[in-house]
């Protein structure tokens, strides 16, 4: 049974850091792209980062360029999404997501992804 649970989300100040982990059981994370979404109340699930099989290729989407950073640890079979400069409009509930198939610019669309976990909160405040 393939499980990804989500854990660092919080309550921070705009301007802070936090880090997210999704940690995987029932799969090897070697083969699979995996992303992070997120979804803020009354809005669609939005795509924020995404990384290869093997932690090579990444892609960010425009308004977290130079602030997120998605990273992988395989021995850890996690995966992290830095996020520094949070800013109010960061606030959402963070989902990661494992793929179903290849890599490729598809990476940004929800349908994707076969399992997803059970979100964390963030919330920036002003």
């Known amino acids: 049974q393939v499980q990804l649970v989500e854990s660092g989300g919080g309550l921070v100040q705009a301007g802070g850091s936090l880090r997210l982990s999704c940690v995987a059981s029932g799969l090897t994370l070697t083969a699979y792209g995996m992303c992070w979404f997120r979804q803020a109340p009354w809005k669609e699930r939005e795509f924020v980062a995404a990384?290869?099989?093997?932690?090579?290729?990444?892609y960010l989407t425009d308004s977290v360029e130079g602030r997120f950073t998605i990273s992988r640890d395989h021995a850890k079979n996690t995966v992290y999404l830095q996020m520094n400069i949070l800013r109010p409009e960061d606030t959402a509930v963070y989902y990661c997501g494992s793929m179903r198939g290849a890599w490729g610019p598809q990476a940004k669309r929800p349908d994707e992804y076969a399992y997803w976990g059970q979100g964390t909160q963030v919330t920036v405040s002003s």
């Open positions: 990384i290869s099989p093997r932690g090579i290729l990444t």
